[in-house]
């Protein structure tokens, strides 16, 4: 089983739509997670860090639950620039790396 | 230079060579991560350092792939007696605290 885990998708949604993606961790030893976007060739970038009381920034909003170890994102209002790769990430405490999931594809649409 | 600057972009290379592939991290962040990521997948974790020392090789497939960065600053990812199953593309990143990391634009290795 990975160890973060992602609907692939593709999501494909029209301008204006509130769109969410959930992602699962297997490591209840996880304590820190983020959301990292990846448009087609390029690298990955860090969209938001996910915080346990819930964040939101401007049309985004992320949650974590750790009770069943799972992390959305949710995009209102979704822009034709929205469209992209999310990436799920979890990491332990301490020094250990990142560990990314597949990530879920979004396609929105004029 | 700004950002994360890898080195070569594209590498093609024949069955049985061995590549090296240069990340220079950006300037004074202490931790240097390689990642390969293969098309349609997350980032998958090989190694990383903080400062010249290795702190996490298990990642690494095998032993024909390592990584070295000898003064805290570059890195340089080897893989010997290349396969076709090594083709990816391969994603330094580096990191002034434990959990922000920013990624170069990548090493696309095609092995033929």
């Known amino acids: 089983r990975k160890e973060v885990e992602q609907d692939p998708g593709p999501f494909n949604v029209p301008e204006g739509a509130t769109v969410a993606f959930n992602c699962t961790y297997s490591?209840?030893?996880?304590?820190?997670f983020f959301w990292y976007r990846q448009d087609c060739r390029k690298e990955p970038k860090l969209l938001m860090s996910?915080?346990?009381s819930g964040n939101e920034d401007g049309r985004f909003t992320a949650q974590l639950n750790r009770a069943s170890q799972y992390i959305s994102l949710l995009i209102r209002d979704s822009k034709l620039s929205d469209s992209a790769t999310y990436l799920c990430?979890?990491?332990?405490?301490?020094?250990?790396?990142?560990?990314f999931g597949k990530g879920t594809r979004l396609s929105v649409i004029a | 230079g700004a950002g994360v600057s890898q080195s070569p972009r594209y590498k093609v290379t024949k069955r049985g060579q061995d590549v090296a592939l240069r990340c220079d991290p950006i300037?004074?962040?202490?931790?240097l991560y390689w990642y390969r990521q293969a098309l349609g997948q997350g980032p998958e974790f090989l190694t990383y350092?903080?400062?010249?020392?290795?702190?996490?090789k298990s990642g690494l497939p095998n032993d024909r792939f390592s990584a070295e960065r000898p003064e805290g600053s570059i890195s340089t990812l080897t893989i010997q007696r290349t396969e076709q199953r090594d083709s990816a593309m391969y994603r330094c990143a580096s990191s002034p605290s434990r959990n922000t990391i920013y990624f170069g634009e990548g090493s696309w290795l095609t092995v033929v």
């Open positions: 996910v915080y346990s």
């Open positions: 300037s004074g962040h202490v931790s």
């Open positions: 990430v979890a990491s332990h405490s301490g020094n250990t790396p990142l560990v």
């Open positions: 350092f903080n400062y010249e020392a290795q702190q996490d």
């Open positions: 490591n209840s030893a996880s304590q820190s």
